[in-house]
């Protein structure tokens, strides 16, 4: 998880939920091509170009010559549903290209950000044997934000808050980790948007949009579970922006929920 490009987005934009608290007063201010995910979804498979080949069908409103692709135009992912769940966290996906990307967006969505000791909880289910330190240093970070936003340091939000994080496209690449099988390793970039919903289901007036953050995730044990051990293999991509056809030739797709 890219933790100090998340905060430092998190700590610029303080008014992401203003929402208007009763207890005591408090402010809380709150590339897989889609042909490839969808089409040629075993683990391991090979990473193909952003751009469908020509012998890949074309998704429904192609592109021509005058109006090139973008996530907008393209075919969705449709993400994989979760077979269960435990500990907070959504679980069974599997061991795929979608199946990664899936667990990732799951899991964000699900996220107790703003609540140190639930998030410690889900953090542990998740997170793989090769990367110890991996819940501290969430939590921490977790800590902080809740000092930053006028909290406790340690505790869950407001009774009459909530917050939903809504991921809206992906970007999902084949990590190179040595000495293990290709595809096992996966560093996926999420786009997405949060809002808050305040008492008497007042809503947040200037929500989070367009935010991002990055995960890398290894299959192991049946699972795919969250590491920081291959960080410096990932990359960063260029802005996701539904209309760009160079955020489409990054990578880039949007993902639709399973029903």
């Known amino acids: 998880m890219d933790t100090s490009t998340e905060l430092k987005a998190r700590r610029a934009r303080l008014v992401l939920a203003t929402v208007i608290v009763t207890v005591a007063a408090l402010l809380v201010v709150g590339g897989f091509a889609a042909a ?33 692709m973008t996530p907008e135009r393209a075919q969705k992912i449709s993400l994989r549903k979760p077979t269960g769940h435990k500990d907070g966290v959504a679980t069974g996906f599997p061991g795929s290209p979608s199946g990664g990307i899936s667990a990732a967006v799951y899991f964000w969505e699900e996220f107790a950000w703003l609540d140190d000791e639930k998030a410690a909880q889900q953090l542990t289910a998740v997170v793989s044997k090769d990367a110890p330190g991996y819940v501290d240093k969430q939590v921490s970070e977790i800590r902080k934000m809740r000092e930053v936003l006028g909290l406790a340091p340690s505790g869950g939000i407001p009774a009459d808050v909530s917050f939903t994080t809504a991921v809206h496209a992906a970007r999902g690449k084949t990590l190179k980790a040595p ?29 989070l949009r367009g935010a991002t953050i990055s995960f890398v995730v290894k299959w192991e044990d049946d699972a795919w579970r969250f590491t920081d051990k291959y ?17 489409w030739s990054d990578g880039w797709v949007q993902v639709r929920h399973a029903n």
């Open 36 to 68: 490839t995910l969808m089409k040629d979804d075993a683990k391991g498979a090979p990473q193909a170009s952003a751009s469908p080949s020509a012998s890949t069908p074309a998704p429904t409103g192609s592109a021509t010559t005058d109006s090139p």
């Open 179 to 207: 000495g293990l099988p290709a595809g096992d390793v996966m560093q996926i970039w999420l786009s997405y948007d949060r809002f808050a919903t305040g008492p008497k289901g007042g809503t947040d007036q200037n929500p």
């Open 231 to 247: 960080d410096a293999l990932g990359d960063y991509p260029v802005a996701y922006e539904p209309n760009s056809p160079y955020a």
